[in-house]
């Protein structure tokens, strides 16, 4: 069964710091793994998609086919990167649905 | 704002009593997704639909749950007789067609029963 694993439900930092939040999926097809984030205050939304390899907002992700891995990294920590983060997996059971199945999230806080 | 948008944001009712939540999506989007989140979890699939057509129901939605989307456009969730474990964060989402298209997400209905 596909399943999303975020290992950290908290991760704390200091500015300027790298960043690294984990995300392990199991998924028997061919992944293709989203990041979205949530701001106080705000609605979800995507931050990258593995397939289009961009750098938004500074964050790099890299679906790891072989450790079953999609880790979201930054590497300067800015204050106004504090936000919850999920890790998602877009499952075809059939049609054109693609229901996305959600990691539990790793709320980043990043101090001054 | 021509995102996903969601009525109400908030709604506080007693157990037993019918809720019904709308969203409109985003205009040309004909995919449209229920989600519920509750605390320290990431949101979790409910129903599925293509245009007017109801594709697929996750076993979370039990038989007092009820989703419409009438002509296509907006869609309605329905719970009867409510239960204090549906409170929960409903979030609905909408994607255009095209496989794996990116989903946008309204701000949520956040639903207490007490």
């Known amino acids: 069964a596909q399943r999303v694993t975020q290992p950290e439900k908290l991760l704390s930092v200091f500015k300027g710091a790298p960043v690294e939040l984990k995300c392990n999926y199991s998924?028997?097809?061919?992944?293709?793994l989203f990041w979205y984030v949530q701001y106080s205050r705000q609605r979800l939304q995507l931050l990258l998609r593995h397939i289009s390899r961009e750098s938004i907002k500074g964050f790099t992700a890299d679906l790891n086919k072989g450790e079953t891995s999609f880790h979201l990294k930054k590497p300067f920590a800015q204050e106004e990167d504090s936000a919850m983060y999920y890790c998602?997996?877009?499952?075809?059971?059939?049609?054109?649905?693609?229901?996305?199945?959600f990691g539990k999230g790793t709320l980043l806080t990043v101090n001054p | 704002d021509t995102g996903v948008s969601q009525d109400p944001r908030h709604k506080i009712t007693k157990r037993g009593q019918n809720v019904t939540f709308r969203c409109d999506p985003i205009?040309?989007?004909?995919?449209l997704y229920w989600y519920r989140q509750t605390l320290g979890q990431g949101p979790e699939f409910l129903t599925y639909?293509?245009?007017?057509?109801?594709?697929?129901k996750s076993r979370l939605l039990s038989d007092r749950f009820s989703a419409e989307r009438p002509k296509g456009s907006f869609s309605t969730l329905e719970i009867q007789r409510t239960e204090q474990g549906d409170s929960a964060m409903y979030l609905c989402?909408?994607?255009?067609?095209?496989?794996?298209?990116?989903?946008?997400f309204g701000p949520g209905t956040r639903l207490l029963v007490l």
């Open positions: 998924y028997s097809g061919s992944p293709e």
């Open positions: 639909f293509q245009n007017e057509a109801q594709l697929e």
């Open positions: 205009s040309e989007h004909n995919r």
């Open positions: 989402a909408s994607s255009p067609s095209g496989r794996r298209e990116t989903q946008y």
């Open positions: 998602a997996l877009p499952v075809n059971s059939g049609g054109s649905n693609y229901k996305l199945t």
